[in-house]
């Protein structure tokens, strides 16, 4: 008990939320496929239903601030609008009944149920307009082609309702049918005019009648006068025919008798034109043989011509199949021959290859031979003082020697490069140098030395002789050269 008190504070809110969801549910409405619904909602007016923005709403009350609505029904199906027995007059005030019958739909919705406060009301109305428009076109016509043309009657009734019935958000499905023209309780105008025409009816029919025997009477006259002329023509063609007869059988016999004679003159031209015409024939058959003797021996020709061709082409080939064979005999002969000699080149090969390993073993063991002599000849050299200084000395000249041949040597390259000119100042030629490479002769050195010598006694040659000493420092300072023998 104490349990169900703690919830009941959840189970009463949930119990009123649960009602009130229940009634928010009733009031849903889903609108069937054959009305609409117009929903009034404060200023704003909207139609539900098939066809329309939405088939489903809630009904709220109209007491509800806001979301109240005000609910009016209308059918979107067919209709229909019966007259019965209503009164009309005709063109010339003659009073009658008729029975119309006209079927409408509701186009716009929003239409007429702002015109209307019930659909009864809107049938009620739309059963007014159709009277006045059926008075009003009746009224113009007479009664006779009242009734002989209901159907242009109906197009009328339909085109002067439709303009009203756009009001009312109405359209015709179909015309106005004029169902019935028939007289009213105090009139027998329709009935009399049946009677007269009825009246007018019988006379006709006895007319066409009376009409119709006399025809059948002349009819009948003219069969018999027809039967019995042809009766009279059929006697008269008899006799002709007779008479007819008897002439045409003596004309057969004559003619019978020229045919006779004339088949037979034509019987021997046939056998004289039938005996030429095989005669023809004969000779075109051995006209045809000539000829075609004549194609086979010319077939024959051809095929001995072919024949020859081709055993020309046969020796044509066999003697291409002879070269190709020969050269291909030819070619492997060299091949072989080929591979012959690089056997031999391989063999020499090997046999050079052989002899160059075994001088250069040869060469190693001699020049180990003299790595071991040096080595041993080192080994005293390097306990005997006065044979090392020895070597050295003879090591430096051998440097100097080679020095002063890349010198010399460096200096004749330039020489042969340079465009130098020797000019003979005083004596001649002969007795100076004749061409230049006598610079590389003692005769050149010591006049080259002799040059020096007088270059230093100028300031231009002492000049020039600083260059030298720049580029040589050791052709100025005159210090030996010590060359490291090793």
Known sequence: ??????????????????????????????????????????????????????????????????????????????????????????????????????????????????????????????????????????????????????????????????????????????NIELMD?????????????????MSAIDME?????????????????????????????????????????????????????KKAGIAEQESLRDIAEARQKTTEKDMEVIKVQQVKQAEINKEQEIIDAEKEKRRTEIAAEAEKFKVETDAAARLEAQRKEAEGIASVGEAEARVIAAKGTADAEALKAEQLASVTAQTTLAQEIGENDGYQKYLIKIKEVEVSQVVEVEKAKAMAEALAKADLKILANSGDVQSGMSKLTDILSSKGGAQINGLMESLKQTPEGKAIMGLLSNLNPNLGSGSDTTVDPS
Do not use: C
């Open 181 to 197: 023209v028939r007289d009213s309780k105090e009139s027998q105008v329709i009935h009399q005019i049946m009677a007269k025409r």
């Open 1 to 174: 008990m104490q349990t169900l008190v703690n919830f009941l504070p959840y189970i009463v809110p949930a119990f009123v939320a649960f009602i009130i969801v229940l009634w928010v549910l009733r009031l849903r409405r889903i609108v069937p496929t054959n009305v609409v619904h117009i929903v009034q909602r404060g200023s704003k007016t909207v139609s539900y239903g098939v066809g329309k923005t939405s088939n489903v709403y809630y009904e709220w009350p109209s007491w509800l601030p806001y979301f109240g609505v005000a609910v009016r029904e209308l059918p979107v199906s067919n209709f229909d609008i019966d007259l019965q027995e209503y009164s009309a007059y005709d063109k010339d005030r003659v009073p009658f009944v008729v029975d119309v019958k006209a079927f409408f739909h509701i186009a716009d919705t929003n239409a007429a149920a702002a015109k209307v406060e019930s659909f009864e009301e809107l049938k009620e109305q739309l059963k007014n307009v159709v009277q006045g428009a059926v008075r009003s076109i009746l009224a113009k016509s007479p009664l006779e082609s009242i009734m002989e043309e209901r159907s242009i009657f109906g197009e009328q009734f339909t085109q002067a309702v439709n303009a009203d019935l756009r009001n009312w958000g109405v359209e015709s499905i179909k």
């Open 205 to 257: 029919s006895r007319v066409e009648v009376a009409k119709n025997q006399q025809k059948a009477e002349e009819e009948e006259l003219q069969a018999r006068q027809q039967v019995a002329v042809k009766k009279a023509d059929a006697d008269r063609i008899s006799g002709e025919a007779q008479a007819r007869s008897t002439q045409a059988i003596g004309i057969a016999n004559a003619e019978a008798t």
